[in-house]
């Protein structure tokens, strides 16, 4: 097995200075990402995913551990592995300010030594996938959050790299745009089987690109696997909704699954299960033996919901 | 490698669209030069003689000179990289594939052809118009002047280059800053040539890199000193130049190596 990203028990420490004392950002963590994969790396703001991302980006040293990244090491071969890496991190700009967007690409196509013909054919998929036309000939400073942010993928990916490392890039965005970029995210790495590591408060970012989940806490990792698993392993009941076609006061449920609301004079039924138990097909099937269903609704467990139940579980 | 190219003339373009900043910036320089003019001439008139070396056209010439390449030295500092340093924008510069003092150095480069032109020439135009300008009587002190004008865009980015990348180890480095300015503005030559200094003062910048900044390009343009003089100017422009790369390399190396990069 190749590993696109290979970090073994690295730790990266600070020196606060006044009091002084060391804070430990990154604590002991492993983490091994195969090609091809997409990993969600998710944790509390301070949990030390961004000090992760600088780390193997090799613009930070570990203060132990060892950490490989395409096979190389991040900070002695950072321009390197900057040619077969893209990175965006949400918070920063790696587009020129003052000069269109157009001259961004042009410039980074150069100082990635693209073919000219070849830098053409991408930059025209990026234009096209990510809805650049109607800005490409406008100064960087002109355009709207959602604009740039689109700027900044089709930046990062323009290099055709093997390993995109996306660290908050839908933050600020509204939904439309997140929806565009994570459509995009998705064809792109289906067209040329990228790696993708993925850093996010939005949950529907990693249930859209990532197969997996790593979730750090405190600079250690608390789960590590499908999003599925995470929610089975937490037993975090789902919920179904279910507006009847006429009132009825009760609904007869199978053992484990129970009503928590009854609303709107006996319509809305508000029923917990978990999914280890009933399936929901089946809890369906036994309410409309009951009742003439007229509408029905999923609520999934929010991310954010089973990321506070594990850290609440830590020890 | 073609890349600087690119970014070099993107800047170039960039910069000629600030039609206005640029005419405001000429209109400066050159009341300013004048100001400047009449107090050297004045100066020399009370002595009734040279000073240093500089009859009263010369004096003339060289604080037209000075105008004309305050803005594309950038005599009174930039501040982009220790902006970038200080705010962490500098990861994005470190995750490109090519050296950080060469990026900014391509930009610089094509700041300084825009500055050259838009914002050198104007004043001495003035300068003909108002004063005259001193010739040179070699030719030879055109081809030199105009690479000693070069290296002086190189020597004065790499020193404030370096003042910029203290920012990996100073929070606040406005102060460092102006420290910087007004040393350089005096010992560079541009406010009044060094020959006009006390002795002890001459010999003081003469063993820095300020004069490979304003002085000796000025020298070697109008023909104040003789092309061979000019050539030993230059060869200490080259040497200077070589000494603050290699300061600034080290700097660059050593900062990102303590880097902790602010901000999420």
């Known amino acids: 097995m190749t590993w696109a990203i290979d970090l073994q028990n690295i730790t ?20 091994q990402v195969a090609d091809g994969e997409a990993v969600g790396f998710v944790g509390a703001n301070g949990a030390g995913k961004s000090t992760t991302i600088k780390m193997l980006t090799g613009i930070l040293m570990p203060t132990r ?24 991190f949400g918070q920063r700009s790696q587009l020129w300010w003052d000069l269109p967007l157009r001259d961004s690409f042009a410039i980074l196509g150069s100082m990635h030594r693209l073919a000219p013909s070849a830098q053409a054919a991408r930059l025209a998929r990026l234009v096209e996938g990510l809805d650049l036309a109607p800005f490409l000939d406008q100064p960087v400073r002109q355009l709207s959050l959602g604009q740039r942010m689109r700027g900044e993928v089709a930046a990062a990916l323009l290099h055709s790299p093997r390993l995109v490392v996306l660290d908050e890039p839908t933050i600020g965005l509204d939904m439309i745009s997140k929806e565009g970029l994570r459509r995009f995210l998705v064809e792109d ?10 850093t996010t408060h939005d949950m529907a970012d990693v249930e859209r690109l990532c197969e997996r989940i790593v979730v750090v806490s405190d600079g250690r990792t608390a789960y590590d696997g499908t999003l599925a698993g995470l929610r089975d392993s937490l037993r975090t009941p789902r919920e179904l909704v279910v507006d009847l076609a006429a009132p009825l006061g009760v609904l007869e449920l199978p053992e484990g699954a129970q009503t928590v609301a009854v609303e709107a004079g006996g319509i809305r039924h508000r029923i917990r299960f978990h999914a280890a138990e009933h399936s929901a097909a089946a809890l369906l099937a036994r309410i409309t033996a009951q009742a003439e269903v007229a509408d029905l609704s999923m609520a999934e467990p929010a991310i954010e919901d089973l990321v506070r139940e594990i850290f609440a579980r830590r020890p | 490698m073609p890349a600087y190219g690119t970014l070099a003339a993107a800047t170039f373009r960039q910069y000629s669209t600030y039609r206005v900043a640029t005419a405001a910036g000429v209109f400066t320089n050159s009341v300013f030069g004048l100001i400047r003019v009449s107090i050297l001439l004045a100066a020399l008139d009370a002595s009734g003689q040279e000073i240093g070396g500089y009859t009263a056209l010369q004096a003339a010439t060289y604080v037209w000179l000075g105008q004309a390449l305050l ?13 970038r340093v200080r705010t962490g924008e500098i990861a994005v510069d470190l995750l490109r594939p090519a050296p950080l003092l060469a990026v900014h150095l391509a930009q610089k480069v094509g700041r300084a052809g ?36 070069a290296l002086a865009i190189l020597v004065s980015f790499l020193a404030d280059a370096i003042v910029n990348l203290s920012a990996f180890w100073l929070v606040e480095m406005r102060g460092f800053q102006t420290l910087y300015m007004v040393v350089m503005n005096l010992l560079s030559g541009f406010l009044i040539p060094i020959t006009w200094f006390p002795s002890w003062l001459e010999s003081l910048a003469r063993i820095t890199p300020f004069p ?31 000494i603050l790369a290699l300061v600034a390399q080290a700097m660059v190396r050593a900062g990102t190596r303590s880097l902790e990069v602010q901000g999420g």
């Open chain 1, 12 to 31: 990266r420490e600070f020196t606060v200075r006044r009091p002084r004392r060391v804070v430990r950002a990154v604590d002991d963590l492993t983490l």
């Open chain 1, 65 to 88: 551990g060892t950490v490989r990244v395409l096979g190389r090491r991040p900070v002695p071969e950072r321009r390197h592995l900057a040619r077969e890496i893209g990175v965006v």
């Open chain 1, 189 to 198: 790495r289906a067209e040329r089987g990228t790696t993708l590591l993925l």
């Open chain 2, 71 to 83: 803005a594309p030295i950038e005599a009174f500092g930039t501040r982009t990289i220790g902006e």
């Open chain 2, 114 to 149: 825009f500055l050259l032109l838009g914002r050198g020439l104007p004043p001495l135009l003035v300068g003909v118009l108002v004063t005259g300008l001193a010739l040179p009587e070699s030719p030879w002190s055109y081809p030199l002047g105009i690479l000693s004008v």
């Open chain 2, 212 to 242: 490979s900044m304003v002085q000796t390009p000025i020298d070697a343009l109008s023909g104040r000193i003789t092309p061979a003089e000019a050539l030993v100017g230059i060869g200490l422009q080259i040497l200077w130049a070589g």
